[in-house]
């Protein structure tokens, strides 16, 4: 059985997508409890929360007391038990399996039975995450895109064994969020990352093949194709090594040669070469 409704959100991890997720969340009208290992990183989460809704309200897209309200939705904790009374617990630390299937499986003897459980991973599979539970069917996936405020996309993610009552709960909130909900089943990269990320590697093979320089290929295909930004700018803004980190998991799966990160661009990751986060990439950020 899954909860009726959904008022109070739990979300595990505060770094760049939890936060994001947490925001959404208190703007949304959810009670909110926000857990990471330390009071510190808790806080800096909440001060960043605070600056982007600030942000909204410069810009009146937001009423200063909204901002005060959906601030006072946001409960922070180190404490995984502050989450027991959670309708709904979406995970967000790093994306490192084993550390998810402690999570979740320490998860589960805390929460109601009736809860759900959802992991925002990009690159693992969610039925493997809920093999970590007794209930797999309280188990979905909820793949936020980065930055979760801005970004309108959500993949709503059935794994192998999630029930239709989760399924349709987390895309219920999905909507109440704001986001433009869409439902999937769990193969490696669900819809975007999989068109997406093979899509990007031919791209910067084309660098080489084609000998062109990262302006003119953004170039190509800003103006050519009609993308929004071009290849080289977006895997600087994601990070070279997400890419790369994205690229190998979904190889690893699927075994496509397209799949696999070019080297040029492992090359990159392995001289501290990350994009913006690091101030040089395929450009120079000053
Ligand atoms: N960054 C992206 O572009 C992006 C996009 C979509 C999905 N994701 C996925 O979202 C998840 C988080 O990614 P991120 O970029 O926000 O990582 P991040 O490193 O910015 O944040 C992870 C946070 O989790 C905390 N944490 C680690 N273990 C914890 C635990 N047991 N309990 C509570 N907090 C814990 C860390 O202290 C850190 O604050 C990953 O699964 C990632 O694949 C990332």
């Known amino acids: 059985m899954t909860v009726a409704e959904i008022r109070r959100i739990g979300v595990v991890g505060l770094g760049a997508m939890g936060a994001g997720i947490a925001q959404l969340a208190v703007e949304a009208g959810y009670e909110t409890v926000g857990r990471d290992v330390t009071d510190e990183l808790g806080h800096e989460a909440r001060d960043r929360i605070a600056h982007f809704l600030q942000r909204k309200v410069d810009k009146e897209q937001l009423a200063g007391d909204a901002r005060e309200h959906a601030l006072g939705l946001l409960a922070l904790t180190t404490d995984l038990a502050d989450l027991a009374d959670c309708d ?17 499986s320490e998860l ?10 959802a992991t925002n991973t990009s690159a693992l599979s969610v039925t493997e995450i809920a093999a970590a539970v007794q209930s797999p069917a309280r188990v979905v996936g909820m793949h936020f895109f980065n930055p979760a405020p801005l970004m309108p996309l959500l993949e709503i993610v059935r794994a192998e064994l999630s029930s239709d009552e989760a399924v349709e709960a987390a895309y219920t909130v999905g909507e109440r969020m704001g986001k433009r909900p869409i439902r999937c089943h769990d193969t490696p990269g669900f819809v975007v990352n999989r068109v997406l990320i093979p899509l990007l590697n031919d791209c910067l093979r084309v660098l080489d093949e084609a000998r062109v320089s990262p302006e003119a290929l953004d170039t190509a295909m800003t103006a050519g194709a009609g993308w929004p930004m071009g290849p080289c700018a977006l895997v600087d803004l994601v990070g070279i090594d997400v890419h790369v980190h994205a690229s190998e998991a979904l190889y690893e799966k699927l075994r496509e040669p397209r799949m696999a990160p070019p080297p040029r661009i ?3 990751k392995n001289a501290g070469l990350l994009g913006r986060k690091s101030g040089r990439g395929f450009y120079r950020y000053d």
Do not use: W
């Open 88 to 104: 709904l617990v979406i995970e967000a630390i790093v994306e490192d399996l084993p550390a998810k299937l402690a999570l979740f």
């Open 108 to 117: 589960e003897g805390i929460v109601r039975a009736d809860s759900i459980l």
């Open 266 to 268: 492992v090359a990159m």
